[in-house]
């Protein structure tokens, strides 16, 4: 069959573009509903061509027909340009990444450039239009100069790599992860579930913080976070105990390295302002990290008896003094009781419970909090009141995972123990798994008590002792002789450490 230039090429290329098409549907799951519409585009154009070549001899030589053919070639062609166009971009150069928009402006200007070539084919006079099109084109730009300033902002912008898909970027106090650059906007998904569409136009014209990038590496970023302590404790001490806090803290989205500041801000008159500069590495999460960083701080500052101070008005039925006396006397009762309920303090008497409860430092921890860490010089003890925290052993020989799982203990109990009565490191990191409340119990609380009575040594060695032999897979596998006399051998052991330890 002796068929029109025209219908033979268009037949070409349907013939190219749905091999193409069909080879991306299967190498690309994700762009087959976009390569379906075009073939069905490539399909409607080429069967209009066949349709109008078999049937519309009558209508051909007409200004109909040749309007009817050149929608049927422009339908195909646009079906064709685009299914190129996506192999190209989605298929061949998939792992170059190349900008969207650079498509988007190849396929248009090839559209026009087709367009132009079946202007000419059908032979219209260009010089004859060229003053008109002139006054046109000066109209047309003058209407789409916002349009075609999102179109050049839009190139320059992924040209030359200003910002990418998945950065962060701030922009007049607007605040998004770049998901989208189309040819008009830019799209940003906020962490509120909204999504801001950006003109290109503002991006150029307008400063912009690119967050968490520097050149092409991905960095943390930097995030304050302010809070105030009464004048009554000086600011050196402060940051030293909010900054160790932090060092020691296993917080999730929290950077090790740089590690976090606390800084001395201003001074308020009531308070003094500091703030914590800690590096985020995970902006989705940036608020419930800021929250977990306060939880922390709130701790470590209870930890030291440090008050966040707020203003406040109390109005009291009783004298203060009063108050203040019942309430001391209900926490030294608990803490009698705490006492009385674990087993090393059971060789001590009413009075030296009482005296001892005295001497108990409260000491709050959150989830992630270190309490312990093993190898620390160690001189104190921590008795669990409320809470969990697991026991695990660090491996630094790289042959062990790095952190194993030893115990997990519940309140009411007691850890740190060989700290206490000998000063040895500590042998295992405690870690809060939970909100915790300790006591700590320092030497210098307990040295008292066992000058008063030195024969307490004995009695708390044994109590250690029998509580490591339950915990010795060595010596539950001894008889029991065996067992007595090498618990017995241990206890005199310890015994003479705590003498030494405590100078008795």
């Known amino acids: 069959m002796n068929l029109p230039p025209a219908l033979h090429d268009a037949l070409l290329f349907t013939v190219a573009g749905a091999f193409l098409a069909l080879v991306l549907m299967r190498w690309k799951r994700d762009?087959?509903?976009?390569?379906?519409?075009?073939?069905?585009?490539?399909?409607?154009?080429?069967?209009?061509?066949?349709?109008l070549n078999q049937f519309g001899a009558s209508i051909a030589p007409t200004l109909?027909?040749?309007?009817?053919?050149?929608?049927?070639?422009?339908?195909?062609?646009?079906?064709?340009?685009?299914?190129?166009?996506?192999?190209?971009?989605?298929?061949?150069?998939?792992?170059?990444?190349?900008?969207?928009?650079?498509?988007?402006?190849?396929?248009?200007?090839?559209?026009?450039?087709?367009?132009?070539?079946?202007?000419y084919a059908v032979g219209f006079d260009f010089a004859s239009i060229a003053i008109t099109s002139t006054v046109i084109g000066g109209g047309v730009a003058l209407s789409l100069k916002e349009p075609l300033a999102n179109l050049w902002g839009g190139v320059a912008i992924q040209l030359d790599n200003t910002c990418r898909i998945g950065d962060w970027i701030r922009i007049e106090g607007a605040m998004g992860q770049v998901v989208?650059?189309?040819?008009?906007?830019?799209?940003?998904?906020?962490?509120?579930?909204?999504?801001?569409?950006?003109?290109?136009?503002?991006?150029?014209?307008h400063r912009v913080?690119?967050?968490?990038?520097?050149?092409?590496?991905r960095i943390p970023w930097r995030r304050p976070v302010e809070f105030g302590v009464g004048y009554?404790?000086?600011?050196?001490?402060?940051?030293?105990?909010?900054?160790?806090?932090?060092?020691?803290?296993?917080?999730?989205?929290?950077?090790?390295?740089?590690?976090?500041?606390?800084?001395?801000?201003?001074?308020?008159?009531?308070?003094?302002?500091?703030?914590?500069?800690?590096?985020?590495?995970?902006?989705?999460?940036?608020?419930?990290?800021?929250?977990?960083?306060?939880?922390h701080?709130?701790?470590?500052?209870?930890?030291?008896?440090?008050?966040?101070?707020?203003?406040?008005?109390?109005?009291?039925?009783?004298?203060?003094?009063?108050?203040?006396?019942?309430?001391?006397t209900r926490e030294r009762e608990a803490r009698v009781l705490l006492l009385k309920s674990l087993e090393l303090f059971a060789p001590l008497t009413d009075e030296e419970r009482l005296a001892l409860a005295s001497e108990l430092k409260p000491s709050p921890f959150v989830v992630g909090d270190i309490a312990t860490r093993q190898g620390e010089p160690a001189d104190s003890l921590y008795?669990?009141?409320?809470?969990?925290?697991?026991?695990?052993?660090?491996?630094?020989?790289?042959?062990?995972?790095?952190?194993?799982?030893?115990?997990?203990?519940?309140?009411?109990?007691?850890?740190?123990?060989?700290?206490?009565?000998t000063g040895q490191p500590r042998?295992?990191?405690?870690?809060?798994?939970?909100?915790?409340?300790?006591?700590?119990?320092?030497?210098?609380?307990?040295?008292?008590?066992?000058?008063?009575?030195?024969?307490?040594?004995?009695?708390?060695?044994?109590?250690?002792?029998?509580?490591?032999?339950a915990n010795d897979a060595t010596l539950a596998s001894l008889s029991a002789e065996a067992r007595s006399r090498a618990t017995g051998t241990r206890a005199n052991d310890l015994v003479r450490r705590i003498q030494e330890f405590f100078g008795l």
């Not at 917080?251 to 308020?268: G, K, L, T, Y």
Request: aromatic share 8%; with cysteine.
């Open 64 to 119: 109909a027909g040749a309007a009817l053919r050149e929608v049927c070639l422009l339908l195909a062609a646009f079906g064709f340009i685009r299914i190129f166009l996506v192999f190209v971009f989605q298929g061949l150069f998939a792992r170059m990444a190349l900008p969207r928009i650079l498509g988007d402006v190849l396929f248009a200007f090839s559209l026009l450039t087709y367009t132009v070539y079946r202007m």
């Open 297 to 328: 701080v709130f701790a470590a500052l209870a930890r030291e008896g440090m008050e966040i101070p707020i203003p406040r008005h109390e109005v009291f039925m009783n004298p203060a003094s009063e108050v203040r006396r019942t309430a001391e």
């Open 31 to 51: 762009q087959r509903q976009a390569m379906l519409q075009m073939l069905i585009l490539l399909v409607i154009g080429v069967v209009g061509l066949l349709a």
């Open 427 to 469: 042998a295992a990191t405690v870690a809060a798994e939970s909100d915790v409340l300790c006591y700590r119990l320092g030497k210098p609380g307990f040295e008292a008590i066992l000058r008063s009575r030195p024969e307490l040594a004995q009695a708390l060695s044994q109590t250690v002792v029998a509580r490591q032999a």
């Open 383 to 421: 008795i669990l009141a409320r809470g969990q925290v697991g026991i695990f052993h660090d491996s630094t020989d790289g042959t062990a995972p790095a952190r194993q799982r030893l115990a997990t203990l519940h309140g009411p109990a007691y850890f740190g123990e060989m700290g206490l009565l």
């Open 180 to 205: 989208s650059i189309r040819w008009r906007y830019t799209a940003l998904a906020t962490n509120a579930g909204e999504t801001l569409i950006i003109p290109n136009s503002l991006l150029v014209s």
């Open 232 to 295: 009554e404790w000086p600011p050196s001490r402060v940051i030293a105990v909010v900054e160790e806090a932090l060092a020691r803290a296993d917080i999730v989205n929290v950077a090790r390295a740089p590690a976090p500041s606390c800084i001395c801000w201003s001074f308020d008159p009531s308070v003094i302002r500091y703030v914590i500069r800690y590096w985020l590495t995970n902006l989705v999460e940036d608020e419930w990290t800021d929250s977990e960083v306060r939880v």
């Open 209 to 217: 913080n690119l967050l968490a990038r520097r050149g092409d590496q």
